[in-house]
Nanobody, 115 residues
Framework: QVQLVESGGGLVQPGGSLRLSCQAS????????MGWYRQAPGEQRELVVS???????VYADSVKGRFTISRDNAKKTVVLQMNSLKPEDTAVYYC?????????WGQGTQVTVSS
């Protein structure tokens, strides 16, 4: 079955960095658009950044210049490097795998930015 397993969340001070990883299994990884989404308490889940099978990226305006997504098709992993973190980046971050038919989700990893 399809599994997306996130890791790398935690507590960090404002201005700090975190690196999230998502390990995929059960899909032909190279064919899927991969994305990172986040959901803060009381808010809807929102797109942070996505990367297509061709490597085309779409970033939310709020993270441009601070976050970077990358994928390794051989390892079936997608990584989100988050720099210059702000308290408003606090949320549960989810890895998503999408095609034209459906989206698969990971279980999420908590990111807390606080002093």
């Amino acid at each position: 079955q399809v599994q997306l397993v996130e890791s790398g969340g935690g507590l960090v001070q404002p201005g700090g960095s975190l690196r999230l990883s998502c390990q995929a299994s059960g899909i032909i990884f190279s064919l899927w658009t991969m994305g990172w989404y986040r959901q803060a308490p009381g808010e809807q889940r929102e797109l942070v950044v996505s990367i297509t099978s061709a490597g085309i990226t779409v970033y939310a305006d709020s993270v441009k210049g601070r976050f970077t997504i990358s994928r390794d098709n051989a390892k079936k992993t997608v990584v989100l490097q988050m720099n210059s973190l702000k308290p408003e980046d606090t949320a549960v971050y989810y890895c998503g795998a999408q095609n034209n038919l459906r989206t698969y989700w990971g279980q999420g990893t908590q990111v807390t930015v606080s002093s």
